[in-house]
């Protein structure tokens, strides 16, 4: 028989109706084999406690046949022949329990499992604590994972003395954060900077809403009290995000439970600062509840969460202008800051599901978080070559808020599963009528030394000097938008090869982004009456202007300046596919490879008012990114992990804004470059984990980075037309560079209970440690540098006590970073850096019955200061330039759980 088709249609098309009736049989033959083949479906939960435990393996004895529990507990595993069948579920730090089942044709056998606590060496039977509990989760879903991967649950981290999800995630391998204020905001993963790492929820990139940290996101604006868990991704597989060269952080947020659940929260604390003014206080308070419940026969599940938190805090602030870094401690000026601050975070999360039955679930996820910071700075500079001194009062209103809504659903067709997701997420930063005072006046040097100008302070007072007036008000409106829509699909298929189940998956996503940022500034001058100050005083405190009140005390000289340079709107549309298989070789060997394919499109529209060209631009590049992953299993709890991943990561929003802005006069052109292409990376990874029955991993593993297309700042000089001529102009704008940049380094972690130490003062202890050395090697003006935000060396070790007789946890943290290039300068005299820091916190919480608690955290023990210098701090050239210092603050609180 001959088969002809006509010309019209193209092989191409040909090839997708042959791939689409393949899959078509592919499905069909599961829909046959369903007739005549059963199902076991159930949930795994803790017998003391009820608390499911996400991960947990279940097998058919004998058989090549299981699955692993989802994060609820709950597994199925389907297509399995009609019979009479030993059933076990494990769980590391648990006992295995078996039980025997028959299966039917058509037919679904409903089996739960409670598991025992291990007993320990003693042979005393032991009850997890809460922190214990979580560590056994996060142990087990680190350990089944097919990549490599660290997980912090829920449990562990309300019981580390952490405010916010930047400073939980710290304490992870390979993860440093910065600080703003004293509180962690931004994180960078294996030495590389925010700008590298993806951080997600539930899944789906969270936007960026400070225009100052280009695509990165702070995480100081998410509240902990809503997550369930945090996943730190270090090697990506094909049904992720590809923009993450140093890894995903993803914050999963609590979801509806399957049995009525509630909990609330009250704390408060004290802030020590070293602010000399506190005009909004020194207090903490700290709320969070949240209530879960199943309805109408337990299909519509439904959990609501709200936090709020409050912190007054203070710090001071110190800079140094020096003559020349490079050769001189001489300085020709000296800043000093007071902060006052006031931080208030809200959450609201509200999830609901409807479970059809076992197989079959749709959601609806809404989630709202908001980060408002108020903020009086007083500053006072001294500048000895203008022989002058200014005092300004800033006062300014930081409201960031971060809004979702997801709607998805998660399908198995005996064996098939399918799941989508739709998303709309906005992130905003408005920074409304930010209004600056400033004070002026003459200043007579010559009675004080170099050395007694480093140390005057925002309260100093002097004699004989003029009186400081009002000569100046600065009004600035900014706001940054950043939305995105987004919706996803992924069908997983299963398969025989060698006897054993394997899976293909493939799936795609595509994602819509507006981004838009603007900015206007309004000047006042020349006021009829003189407004001064006192010495050691500051004026118009917490007093904010209008920026369209252009006569505010009589102003005689109002004036809108051009503050449109990095004015913009943009959007941005992604359209991604994967295909990806899971192999497993033997009991013993297993393979994840696939292929993702990311096309990005972007559209940016300049509303600089100044620039030379108008218009939008229009860019599109693809990237085709291979990832494999192979485990190799010595025994059921010992692992060897490689893997090779390629990411992305797409250029800051501001470098692709088509402007150009000309200065004759100074011979100078500054462009944006629509052009710009991703920086791309090649991953290698290596790692080993040896995972112990009470609840102990030990993990050493070696990384190696390389990136290629890093985006960099080129300066050359062009002969441009000038004026019926020409004239040479130094012309500077973003390129993808030639040069690749090289990251390697390793990672040693302990967590490791004590119990195995037979001695009973012992067996509540843990041991939770790690280290990380990292090396990145750079490029820049014909010099190596490390690259911005990348520490050479990370350590942590926190000693854990959790004792469920007594009902007593404790943690004592310590947190040590080295050393960071956080700006690149002229030369290595002039390169900007943070010295090394070491954090100390604890936190303690005490049962007073089952469902009541009292908790205490204690921060930033050593009192840190965060001192920022010339040149690298490990070098006898290098220069301290600025210190700041925030003290350390305290909670106590009272926590009911159901």
Request: glycine share 6%; aromatic share 12%.
């Amino acid at each position: 028989m001959k088969l002809t088709f006509t010309s019209n249609i193209s092989h191409e098309t040909y090839k997708r109706i042959c791939l689409f009736f393949v899959l078509f049989l592919f499905i069909i033959s599961f829909s046959v084999e369903a007739q005549t083949t059963g199902k076991i479906s159930g949930k795994v939960t803790e017998e003391s406690s009820g608390s499911f435990l996400p991960g947990a393996n279940v097998v058919l004895v004998n058989t090549k046949i299981g699955t692993a529990a989802d994060q609820q507990g709950r597994y199925t595993i389907s297509r399995i022949q009609p019979g009479t069948y030993q059933v076990k579920a494990s769980y590391l730090g648990y006992q295995d329990k078996i039980v025997e089942v028959t299966v039917q044709a058509n037919h679904t056998t409903q089996l739960d499992f409670e598991l025992k606590e291990s007993a320990t060496q003693l042979e005393e039977t032991v009850v997890y604590g809460q922190l214990t509990r979580g560590q056994a989760k996060s142990l087990n879903e680190q350990k089944n994972a097919p990549n490599i991967k660290n997980v912090v649950s829920s449990e562990q981290f309300q019981l580390f003395p952490d405010r916010n999800a930047a400073e939980t995630a710290a304490r992870i391998p390979g993860v440093a954060i910065s600080y703003d204020q004293g509180e962690g905001e931004v994180i960078t993963i294996r030495g590389m900077g925010p700008e590298f790492n993806s951080l997600t929820v539930n899944g789906q990139r969270i936007p960026a809403p400070d225009p100052d940290l280009g695509r990165a996101v702070g995480l100081d604006l998410l509240n902990q009290d809503l997550m369930e868990n945090i996943v730190v991704t270090k090697a990506l597989t094909p049904d992720m995000d590809a923009d993450a060269i140093g890894g995903n952080v993803n914050f999963q947020m609590k979801q509806a439970p399957d049995d009525g659940i509630f909990a609330v929260n009250l704390g408060g604390g004290y802030n020590i600062q070293h602010s000399e003014f506190k005009n909004y206080g020194n207090d903490i308070i700290d709320v969070s509840t949240y209530g879960g419940q199943r309805f109408f026969n337990k299909k519509l599940g439904v959990l609501a969460a709200v936090s709020y938190y409050k912190t007054n805090r203070g710090s001071l602030l110190r800079q140094l202008d020096y003559e020349d870094p490079s050769t001189s401690t001489i300085i020709y000026a000296q800043h000093s800051n007071d902060y006052d601050v006031l931080r208030e975070r809200w959450g609201v999360n509200l999830n609901t599901e409807y479970k059809f039955d076992d197989f079959n679930r749709m959601y609806v996820n809404l989630n709202h978080n908001r980060y408002f910071d108020k903020e009086i700075r007083r500053v006072a500079e001294w500048v000895i070559e203008d022989e002058e001194e200014t005092k300004e009062t800033r006062n300014r209103v930081e409201d960031q808020s971060l809004s979702s809504v997801m709607f998805g659903g998660n399908h198995n067709f005996d064996g098939i599963k399918f799941d989508f997701t739709t998303s709309w997420i906005k992130a905003e930063e408005d920074m409304p009528a930010r209004t600056y005072f400033r004070f002026q006046r003459d200043f007579d040097f010559s009675s004080f030394t170099n050395e007694d100008v480093k140390n005057f302070g925002v309260t100093s007072k002097f004699s004989g000097q003029d009186p400081l007036t009002l000569n100046r008000i600065r009004v600035d409106d900014k706001l940054k938008q950043d939305e995105d829509l987004s919706g996803m699909v992924n069908l997983e298929i299963p398969y025989n090869l060698l006897d054993r189940e394997s899976s293909l998956k493939f799936g795609g996503k595509f994602l819509h982004k507006k981004v838009k940022f603007e900015e206007r500034r309004l000047q006042l001058r020349n006021f009829p009456e003189d407004h001064v100050i006192g010495e050691g005083e500051f004026g118009f405190e917490d007093v904010i202007v209008s920026p369209d009140d252009v006569n505010y005390l009589g102003s005689e000289r109002s004036e809108y300046l051009d503050m449109s340079d990095d004015n913009y709107d943009a959007t941005e549309d992604i359209l991604a596919a994967y295909g990806m298989t899971t192999i497993n070789f033997s009991p013993k060997f297993s393979l994840l490879a696939g292929l993702r394919f990311e096309n990005t499109t972007n559209k940016y529209n300049t509303l600089a008012i100044e620039s030379v060209n108008k218009g939008e631009s229009d860019a599109s590049y693809s990237n085709l990114l291979p990832s494999a992953h192979l485990t190799y299993r010595f025994t059921d709890n010992m692992n060897l992990r490689f893997a090779y991943s390629s990411g992305i990561s797409r250029p800051d929003y501001k470098a692709l804004v088509p402007f150009e802005f000309r200065d004759d006069d100074d011979r100078e052109i500054s462009r944006g470059n629509p052009d710009l292409e991703a920086t791309t990376s090649s991953n290698f990874d290596l790692m080993f984990e040896n995972y112990s029955p009470y609840l102990g991993l030990f993990s050493a593993g070696v990384f190696y980075k390389r990136m290629t297309n890093v985006v960099i700042n080129s300066l050359e000089v062009q002969t441009l037309p000038f004026e019926g001529g020409t004239q040479q102009y130094e012309v500077s704008m973003p390129i993808n560079g030639d040069e690749a940049a090289n990251i390697y380094g390793f990672e040693l972690a302990l967590n490791q209970r004590l119990n195995f130490l037979n001695m009973p003062f012992f067996a509540d202890f843990n041991i939770y440690a790690n280290y990380t050395y990292t090396k990145s090697e750079f490029e820049v003006g014909g010099r190596e540098v490390p690259l911005g935000f990348s520490p050479e060396h990370i350590l942590n070790l926190a000693i854990m006590y959790d004792n469920s007789d007594l009902g007593l946890s404790f943690v004592i943290s310590n947190n040590f970073r080295d050393d960071i290039l956080i700006a690149v300068g002229s030369d290595k005299f002039t390169d900007v850096y943070y010295k090394k820091e070491y954090h100390l916190d604890i936190s303690v919480t005490q049962k007073i019955t089952s469902n009541l608690s009292l908790y205490m955290q204690l921060n930033n023990l050593t009192d840190q200061v965060e001192n920022e210098s010339w040149g690298d701090p490990s070098e006898s050239y290098s220069k301290w330039t600025q210190w700041a210092k925030f003290n350390s603050y305290g909670t106590l609180g009272v926590s009911y759980k159901l």
